[in-house]
Every structure is written in C-alpha cells, then in structure tokens.
C-alpha cells in the first residue's frame, strides 16, 4: 500500500541529540561531586526524562531529593532543546520529501512537548510536522504501543511506517504489527545487530533514503 503516514520518534532519529543525552546523566551525577559509571550512558539509554533523578538517586545512593537532581538535568536539557539541537544530516530534506509526497508526518516521542517545540523551530522542522504525540501526554512510555496507536489514527497499519532508533522501541512496535525502519545511531552501535534483525528494514544515512523498499 503507499506510503500514508510516517511516524518518527525524535532523539536520536532525526534530532542529533545522541551525544547530549549520553552526557546529560554523568553531568548531573558529576555536579553531585560523584564519579559517573562507565555504563552511565547505556544504563539511562532507555530512560524517559522524568525516569532519570529517580534512577541516579538509587544507582548513586545520591541524598539530594528527587527534584533537586530532576533540576541539574532539566536545566543542561534545556540548553540543548533550545540553543544547540541539530538535525542528523540528511533528516530536513528527507521530511521534506515526504511531506512534498504528501505523506502525514507525525512525532512520537519520550521528550516533553515544551522541549521538542523549541529544538524543533531551532531546526526548521517546526513547519513540517501534522501530529505531536509526547509519551507523557498518552500516559505511557514506548515499553508499550500506546503512543504508536495513537500517533496512527485511523491509518491502516500497512499504509504507516514508523522511524525509530531505540533497540526496546523498535520491538514495542514490531511485537504491535506496524512496520518499522530502524535509524541508526551512535548511542545503539552496540545492539545493532538485534536492531537490524527486527526492524521491517534499516536506514544508516538520510541521504541515501532511495534505498527504502517502501520508497523506490
């Protein structure tokens, strides 16, 4: 069926934001006076922003309050969403092709609505976008399809494709039915083979989009 609906996820898909949340965490652990895990940027890989103070506090037996730690890292996120946020290279004009093909486009994704409004006007893909769906808005993270159920509509699942990067969410909406190409990035080098294996298919490059079965 063509090609209807195309849903992406954000960080790490089409925002380059990889390397800013693998550091966010050892920043706050570090300005706590603490000494970030090696791991630190795998162990918060899968994290939802608001799952991030709850998660250092207990791994680092911090005994700074919740929202105290919460604040370290809402202020170097916002930073970023706001001044620095860049577009992997190759998304702008592959939205743009999509959205000239007339193609739905639709974000689903963990980061707040607040946050992704401003990196997306900083970006130029303000203007692209249909649909916003924020997992906190929907009520669930992406270890479940809700957020996919909802950024679909009443779309058939054959006609939409999800974009996404994450090793666990590519397999919340492949175990769901809807056809997934799996984004690559740095942050998931490690479990790209799993990644690879269940996406529908794979894109390591916005500019070489042509080779996308479902484009061709």
Known sequence: ????????????????????????????????????KESIGRDTLA????????FLKKDYDLPQPVEEIHAILEQRVQ????????????????????????????????????LLLPALALTGADVLFDEIYTCGEVGHSKHT???YRAALGST???????????????????VDGFQVCAVADPATVHQWDEIAATAACTLEDYRHWQQLPFLR
């Open 47 to 54: 994290l939802g922003m608001l799952e991030f103070a709850p």
């Open 79 to 114: 930073q970023y969403y706001t001044k620095e946020a860049e577009l992997k290279p190759g998304a702008l004009e592959f939205l743009r092709m999509l959205q000239g093909r007339g193609v739905t486009l639709v974000l689903a994704t963990a980061t707040e609505r607040r």
């Open 145 to 147: 399809p809700e957020i």
């Open 1 to 36: 069926m063509t090609l209807q609906k195309a849903i992406f996820d954000m960080d790490g898909t089409i925002l380059d934001s990889t390397a800013m949340w693998r550091n966010a965490a050892a920043h706050v652990v570090r300005t706590l006076g603490h000494s970030p």
């Open 156 to 174: 058939p699942k054959d006609a939409a494709w999800i974009f996404e990067d994450a090793c666990y969410a590519v397999h919340t909406a492949v």
